[in-house]
Structures are given as structure tokens and as C-alpha cells.
């Protein structure tokens, strides 16, 4: 296995058909054997989702290697959770692909996408350069897709990274960890290793994938912002179903948030947050899911160590 794509979703229609289309017609037939596709579904459980979801990977992608899965046991979300209903908890989705992945690369990519063409060859380009590269995306409104390809859509809101680049600049260039968003990138596997993973304590806020793209640049990983490897989400999706309860609270003059940044930016942090009852870091307990397959248990921590509030009373 050389690639692992990591698919994330808590929607019951992630539009999985639009990004299973538009990969197909990135990734060549012959290249699809060294490709591992993880699926980490907060529906994974239910046997009607893991049949629509076999037969869409089949039908499109086949060839492929998938991995199904929920988001591994974690007190925030999920079947394990210790709070009252599901916060956000993009961290421990994202800790959940690194543990199943089993390729030396690894790329992330969001629901409610159309992979546009050039990305693949992107994900090969990180893989030449053993670098970090950051994709681009938009988001529109009233989307028609068809076979992978979008065909019509009205309002766009463009990523506003690019605005600080000139229009002539379509060629991965060095940027900053603090550039990483989690919605399409690519990297070697061992970069996110060597964070510790997504920080973790950032679920149920967010802000998780630039504060772990600056972690990565501290442990010396070289980032590349990328114009041409572009996604393109519904913005319009976006709304529909549950969404995931997000709080930052207020600490001192700033708020939670700002805390782990600051920690990063001025105390040398370092290392990702990663919780487990048995393993001391995200490293030794992947090692140990890609020898038995399961998941490890994770019952902590029991209070919200921005105000030591009890979770289960959140």
C-alpha cells in the first residue's frame, strides 16, 4: 500500500457519489491496488450504511482497498461518549484515519466534495517531495454533479489564502504550517506521527488542523500551498441534518482556543494531545491497531480541562 485517503463524514448524506466520482477519474485504474480508502462514518454501524457504502465504493472505485469505520471510542462523540449529545470532534475523526492507515502517504479529504482534476497528481508530488501540501477548495452553492464533474453552481466563497497570492501563482509554493486546513492535504504519514496527531484538545471547538500544521512545521516538516490541488464543497449541504454542538469558552482575557495556539506559538508546544486508556501516544497505539485491527479503548478525560466542568454533564 503506498496512499491512504482519509474520508470524513457525520452526515447522513455526505454526497459520498461525488467524491468516489471525481476520484475516479483521477486515479488510473492500474494505481487504485496501492490505494487504501478509510471511511470513519458516524453511521458506520448501521448494516443499511455499510451496504450503500460497499456498493458505491464497488461500483465506483473498484479496486480500491476501504476501511469502514466509526470514529474511534472518545468521551466527546459517539457510541463511547461521556457527554449528554455529540460535540465536534474533528481531532479524534482524524486520529481515527492515522490509526487505520497503512500506506507511508496519507491525504484527507472532506464530505460534500468534488475532487478537481490535478488533485492526484498533487498527492504523488508530496509523496516525490516528502512535504506537506496544502490543497485549496470553494464553496458553492446550488451544485449540479455529474459523473464527478460540476457542471453548474451560483454563489462561490472562494479560500481566502489564495487572495494573498497573485493570479499567475498556480505552483506549489512554501507557506506555513498555520496554512493547513483539514479539507484537502496531503502528507507522509510519519509527519503526523511525529504531531502526536490532531490535537485532540481541541474537539469541541475546532481550529485542530492549523494549530497541528504548526506542531508539524515545529518538528521541521516543509509545507507547500497548492492552487491546483483543489476541492470544491456544497455550502448548501452544509446545513442539512444534526450538526455537531461546537463551545469555546472564555479562559482569563482569551478563550480556550486562543490558549492551545498561544501554547504553540509561544510556549514550544510541540505535541499533539492524544488520549487513550492504554497508550501513551498516538504512534504506539496505531501500532498496535494495524496488528490486531481494533480500535483502542478511550474513556478520558472525564472533565473539560478548560474549567474541570464534568463531561457528562455537557
Known sequence: MKYSIVYLTNRIEPLLHWTLDSLAKEIPPEERGEVQFIMVDKFAEDQGRQDWVKVQLV??????????TTVKPNVWC??????SEDYFAASNYRNTGILL??????????????VCPGWWDHVKQAEADQAVYLGTYDKHRDMYVEQGELLYSSHVDPDTRRSKLSQENTDPFPCSGSWMYGCSFACPTEALLDANGFDEDCDSMG???YITGMIMERKGWQFK???????IESDLHHGFGDVAKRIIKPMGETDAS???LNSVI?????????YSNKYSDIREARNEVLRTGQLPECGIPQHDWRDGQALEDM
Open 266 to 274: 509561544y510556549d514550544g508546544r510541540s505535541k499533539s494531545a492524544f
Open 225 to 231: 500551498f497548492c492552487p491546483q490541488m483543489k476541492t
Open 258 to 260: 486562543h490558549i492551545i
Open 207 to 209: 481550529s485542530e488542523d
Open 59 to 68: 461500483k465506483i472505485l473498484n479496486g480500491f482497498n476501504y476501511v469502514h
Open 101 to 114: 492507515a497503512q500506506a507511508p502517504m496519507i491525504a484527507f479529504l472532506d464530505d460534500l466534495s468534488v
Open 78 to 83: 459517539g457510541s463511547h461518549r461521556l457527554t
